[in-house]
């Protein structure tokens, strides 16, 4: 390694090798970009920055006069520290000043003196003080919201055309903030190959480094050039020229994203002797559907729709916007069914509530469809959702499914409210029969699936989550990853009791998550009973050669095996011991995929 290179390890979460330019974030709040101002923008970003916060001032002096109102003048005093902090010439000063000389926006500028000053409180020893830190975050928050609101919105056109996101941790959602087709690579500090950013990033085939161990965010700079190994772990920060031509076949070859030859028809796989297996395709980003119509999907099998929310400027896009997303979907893949997630994510995220003082929703929160339920706005939200699919619905075949059902109240509430907006919509134009399917990924829903399945059209496993909530294993959190296991035996009972009460009550039934993209896993949930797997587009291919290479007769025998086993790790050992030899199982990529 040169003297000009910077080398970091950690875990290669997503493969294949990127080189492009670093944006840094700071994610372990609202996500905050490190951008270049050209010199003849500064004063405008400067004006930027002073319009949010004369509009913060407004907004909080706005909140002092009501709470003075419900509890009392003697009480809205605490406010005042707010509007004080926006007063602050030392620290508007600072913020000024780093807009010039540095050449930054004002996001960064703000979360970087605003930082300083918040460390500073945390080191004191007296509560007091310390407390006076969340005082800070709050008047920041509300700062960058106005920032990065419908207002006033960063400057996006700035960010090169390839870049590599260095960050603590990486917001799912900013996937669709910063658009896929920039991103080229991950290389986190936190996460893991379960986290969802992880997922996502197989997903779209972006390689990715996560649990970097050394302190990257704050050892690079934005617009440094990196290059990024997926299969090593590893991340080099102004690579040599020696070192990008020793690179350079992998990355022309990784920079062709499309699959070669002619797209493959929609039709399912089949064992060896002829049974068929129906391959789906989950998508997180419309624009996937065209990979998932490549590799021959039959169908769209989950389009987790929360990312449509995550992308709008006010979280909430109307149901013409959400319809022209459906509309495309449901024409692209037709006649194939396009079965759309309703909204599953925190509120906050949702409903941008900068002066929340609640922490942000864990796996545990409020989520799935008890938001969707919860209160009259959210329902709103919901219905809003549920008129656009079922519009979508006159273009193609449209599926609906509840994420974290939980309770059989939850899906006759919600089927309620779609018959109303099915009436609604009557007088306007025939919309066609939407099925109700419901996830099944928590405990809850497999102790009572019986009752569960005669309220749904149809069932979808979600084994992410299943698997985290079966295991009581944050997927997030790496002090817990390695007892995250999809072959524990409390998980695979779990999908074997599922397939059989599915089959029982004639419900179709498909395994969406990570697991149904790998081959070793794949054979064995065909042998515990399923005929519906939905994965990743880009895994079809190799699920089909997989599941061609068994009969239906060696699957069930591997399934009972595995059942009996037990422990995770000889559950695994055995998988691979029986299959590697096999056509489709022996490719080293998808061997080092298999945990245990």
């Known amino acids: 390694m040169t ?76 406010l005042d520290a707010h509007l004080l902090m926006l007063e602050d010439r030392s620290l508007l000063a600072e913020i000024v000043s780093s807009i010039r000389t540095s050449r930054v926006n004002a996001e960064w500028a703000v979360r970087r003196a605003t930082d300083r ?40 056109n700035l960010l090169p055309e390839a870049i590599v996101v260095v960050a ?35 997903g779209l085939r972006i390689p990715a480094v996560m649990e970097i161990r050394d302190d990257i965010v704050s050892s690079v700079n934005a617009g440094d050039l990196a290059l990024l190994d997926g299969d090593a772990g590893e991340v080099v920060v102004q690579p040599s020229a020696r070192r990008l031509e020793r690179f350079s076949g992998k990355l022309a070859a990784a920079s062709v994203r499309a699959p070669a030859g002619a797209p493959l028809p929609p039709a399912p796989a089949r064992t ?9 395709a989950n998508l997180e980003l419309p624009d996937e559907v065209r990979v998932a119509t490549r590799y021959g999907a039959e169908g769209i099998g989950l389009f987790r729709s929360e990312f449509l929310f ?13 319809l022209e997303t459906y509309r495309r979907l449901a024409e692209e893949v037709a006649p194939l069914a396009v079965t759309v997630r309703t909204l599953d994510a925190d509120p906050d995220r949702i409903f941008r509530r900068p002066d929340s003082s609640a922490p942000s929703s864990s796996a545990l929160g409020l989520r799935g469809i008890r ?60 919309v066609g029969s939407v ?18 399945a005669r309220e749904a059209d149809f069932l979808v496993v979600g084994t992410n989550d299943l698997i985290q909530y079966t295991l009581a294993v944050d997927r997030e959190d790496a002090d817990v990853q390695h007892l995250y296991q999809p072959l524990h035996p409390a998980v695979l009972r779990a999908l074997a009791r599922i397939a ?70 000889e559950a695994g050992d055995f998988l691979v011991k029986t299959l590697a030899a096999r056509p489709g199982f022996d490719r080293p990529a998808w061997a080092r995929e298999v945990q245990y």
């Open 500 to 569: 059989r009460v599915a089959g029982e009550s004639a419900k179709p039934v498909r395994v969406c998550g990570e697991i149904a993209a790998n081959p070793y896993f794949a054979a064995l949930l065909v042998g515990i009973g399923f005929r519906q797997l939905s994965m990743n587009p880009h895994s079809i291919p190799a699920l089909r050669q997989a599941i061609a290479a068994l009969t239906m007769d060696e699957t069930r025998a591997l399934a009972e095996r595995v059942l009996e086993l037990p422990t995770a790790q």
């Open 371 to 430: 938001l969707s339920l919860g209160s009259e706005r959210a329902r709103a939200l919901f219905a809003t959702q549920v008129e656009a699919i079922l519009r979508a619905s006159r273009h193609g075949r449209m599926e609906i499914v509840l994420p974290m059902v939980s309770a059989v109240e939850e899906v006759r509430e919600a089927r309620s409210i779609i018959a109303g907006m099915s009436r609604a919509l009557a007088g306007q134009a025939a």
């Open 272 to 280: 060896s002797d002829g049974v068929a297996v129906s391959l789906l």
């Open 117 to 156: 000053i918040r460390e500073a409180y945390g080191a004191l020893e007296e509560p007091y003080f310390r407390e006076r830190g969340s005082d800070i975050e709050n008047v920041v928050e509300r700062i960058l919201l106005n920032l990065t609101g419908t207002a006033e919105t960063p400057p996006w």
């Open 168 to 202: 603590r941790d990486f917001d799912p959602s900013s996937f669709a903030l910063l658009g896929p087709q920039r991103i080229r690579g991950l290389a986190l500090e936190s996460g893991g190959r379960t986290s969802h950013s992880a997922i996502i990033a197989r």
């Open 310 to 322: 995550f992308s709008h400027p006010r979280g909430s896009p109307s149901a013409d916007e959400q």
């Open 435 to 452: 099925p109700l399917g419901i996830m099944i990924e928590v405990p809850a829903a497999v102790l009572q699936l019986e009752t569960l």
């Open 3 to 78: 003297s000009s290179e910077k080398l970091f390890r950690g875990t290669g979460v997503s493969p294949g090798v990127a080189v492009g330019s670093v944006l840094k974030l700071d994610s372990r709040r609202r996500v905050v970009l490190e951008l270049s101002i050209p010199p003849g923008r500064v004063e405008d970003e400067v004006a930027r920055f002073e319009r949010a916060r004369a509009l913060a001032r407004e907004q909080i002096a706005a909140l002092k006069v009501r709470l003075e109102e419900k509890v009392g003048r003697e009480h809205s005093y605490i």
